[in-house]
């Protein structure tokens, strides 16, 4: 019976565990990376979708109607039903990755749709820290 040195970083097993270790981290984290575009990509949708084309510019005798989207609301219970789905079932530093990853895409997301809509000067300030 053959005894394997863990240690012994020469090791032609130790090698290929670590190799397939590697190639095994690669496929999650490009995994990862795919469930996170897609997600991403429903919530693209979701906001393009419900927002409407005066949403950030009500009429000037409208109340400001402070608090958020239907769009927000729908996009924030996708987010929340999909990270729902993976507590329990994935490591706990899995999903720290999955979250911070999630919050960037999420703020450039934001940030990205408000600089494309009309948001005019009397309610600007007034909207966007509602928004923020």
């Known amino acids: 019976m ?8 020469l090791n032609s097993v130790v090698r290929e565990k670590k190799r397939f270790e590697d190639v095994l981290d690669d496929c999650v984290a490009a995994g990862l990376n795919i469930a996170t575009d897609a997600l991403m990509n429903q919530v ?3 906001i393009t979708k419900l927002t409407k084309p005066r949403e950030y510019y009500p ?6 109607e402070l608090g958020p989207t239907e769009a927000c609301q729908e996009a924030i219970k996708c987010l929340q039903m999909h ?4 507590k329990g079932s994935t490591s706990k530093e899995v999903l720290e990755v999955f979250y911070q990853e999630i919050g960037i895409r999420l703020i450039a997301f934001v940030i990205s749709c408000l600089r494309s809509h009309v948001v005019p000067a009397s309610h600007e300030s007034r909207k966007w820290r509602s928004i923020l």
Do not use: S, V, Y
């Open 2 to 9: 053959h005894h394997i040195d863990r240690t012994d970083f």
């Open 59 to 64: 009429p000037e005798d409208a109340p400001l």
């Open 83 to 86: 990270c729902q789905l993976l």
């Open 44 to 46: 693209d949708h979701i």
